[in-house]
């Protein structure tokens, strides 16, 4: 029997509530200019602090130790599904999260708007994101491109903004196949991949990007900054086991950015609306819905996008702001909070790395150390859990939370 089913056949229900708090990118690396302390342990966090003096502490690894996880992979971990067992593409996580209407066999793609320089030998990426344009341009952009890009071949071409830089792309048609390598070269001053067909079968799907990103620098040659594209994520709604079915719990998330939302939709969780891009607005939702759910997934993205952009004070900011809205979560008493990354964007490093996650998990049944200073990755190597896969974390979770039978005689 392997884990999962192991675990699906000790669940079963309780009284009980959970709230998982991620903080996109939470992992960082020790800053020279803060004494070489990380970005979670220069941040002024007394409420985080104070909690992790009560809490189990560990340090968790999305993937595998030494694997860069993704979004999707450390958050897929996260809700107890194995990321190398299940393997999704951005493409579908961006359309689900706009409320796309995805069909079988629709091939979806994420898009970044980036700024190119154009040579004689082809384009060069100077900027992936494009300068993080607002959304509102990102609309008006995709627009334009969906008047000018209806149809490829026989294959039908949709556009939609999801927010800042990112767009989605969806071909609907005869002959797809999602297995496309990716374009962007996570790297500035080199020339953007092509997209190259991974099977046989994805030829045509390759040509038909390969068309798409011609066609859109075309269009958008006099854009001074989103005048080129880069696709990410080619991919196909999967069939996953519903998070609620597995674990009995009625779930929802609490999340801004569309691929977090999207990804919630995916397995089963209910996703509340979030009018407000706030932290105070995401805790009002929680606290009106909280007799209505078993479980909440809280999502913090602004710790990962100060990472990637290598503004450690930002990040640190953005940490301090959570835990000054820290004490509203724990006024509602929940018997189990977990608080954590889905991965590692150290500023130093400007994007995600292989660092293990810290992670905090506070419960009335939690084994407290009594040496912990605070919230850090420091402390958090000392702490009772020690390195442990992220997978775990449902594990944790519902042990925690009093549901789970006893294994064997």
């Given at each position: 029997m392997d884990q999962e089913k192991l675990l699906e056949e000790l669940v079963h229900p309780a009284d009980t509530k959970m709230v998982l708090v991620v903080l996109d990118g939470l992992g960082g690396l020790p800053l020279p200019e803060r004494e070489g302390k990380t970005e979670l342990e220069a941040a002024h966090k007394p409420n985080l602090d104070a909690l992790a003096r009560v809490s189990e502490l560990g340090l968790a690894h999305p993937v595998l130790p030494g694997i860069t996880p993704g979004s999707s992979a450390g958050h897929l971990a996260l809700f107890g599904y194995d990321p190398i067992k299940y393997v999704i593409g951005r493409g579908v996580l961006e359309a689900l999260g706009i409320d796309f209407p995805l069909e079988p066999g629709d091939i979806a793609i994420r898009g970044n708007f980036a700024t190119a320089r154009f040579t004689p030998q082809g384009p060069i990426i100077v900027d992936r994101r494009a300068g993080r344009p607002s959304t509102e341009h990102t609309a008006?952009?995709?627009r334009r491109l969906q008047e000018k890009i209806q149809k490829i071949e026989d294959v039908e071409v949709l556009i939609r903004p999801v927010k800042e830089h990112r767009f989605v792309v969806v071909f609907r048609g005869p002959g797809l196949d999602p297995r496309v390598a990716d374009t962007d070269p996570q790297e500035v001053e080199v020339p953007p991949l092509p997209p190259q067909p991974l099977v046989p079968e994805a030829e045509k799907t390759a040509r038909l990007a390969t068309i798409f990103l011609n066609k859109l620098a075309e269009v958008l040659q006099e854009e001074p900054a989103t005048n080129f594209a880069l696709l990410r994520g080619f991919s196909q709604r999967p069939h996953l086991k519903l998070f609620g079915e597995r674990f009995r719990l009625k779930a929802a998330a609490i999340a801004l950015y569309p691929m977090y939302r999207g990804l919630a939709a995916l397995v089963g969780m209910e996703v509340l609306p979030v009018k407000e891009e706030s932290l105070a607005y995401q805790l009002a939702v929680l606290r009106e819905s909280w007799p209505s759910y078993d479980f909440f997934f809280f999502h913090v993205k602004a710790t990962d996008s100060r990472g990637e952009d290598g503004d450690w004070e930002g990040k640190i900011k953005v940490i301090e702001e959570f835990d000054r809205y820290l004490p509203q979560i724990m006024e509602l008493k929940p018997d189990v909070l977990v608080i954590t990354g889905d991965h590692s964007t150290p500023a130093l490093h400007?994007?995600?790395?292989?660092?293990?996650?810290?992670?905090?998990?506070?419960s009335r049944w939690a084994r407290y150390h009594r040496d912990t200073t605070g919230f850090g990755e420091r402390d958090c190597a000392?702490?009772?859990l020690g390195h442990f896969p992220l997978l775990y974390n449902m594990n944790l979770m519902l042990a925690h939370a009093h549901r789970l039978a006893k294994f064997s005689a």
């Open positions: 008006s952009v995709c400007r994007a995600h790395s292989w660092h293990p996650v810290p992670y905090l998990l506070y000392q702490g009772a």
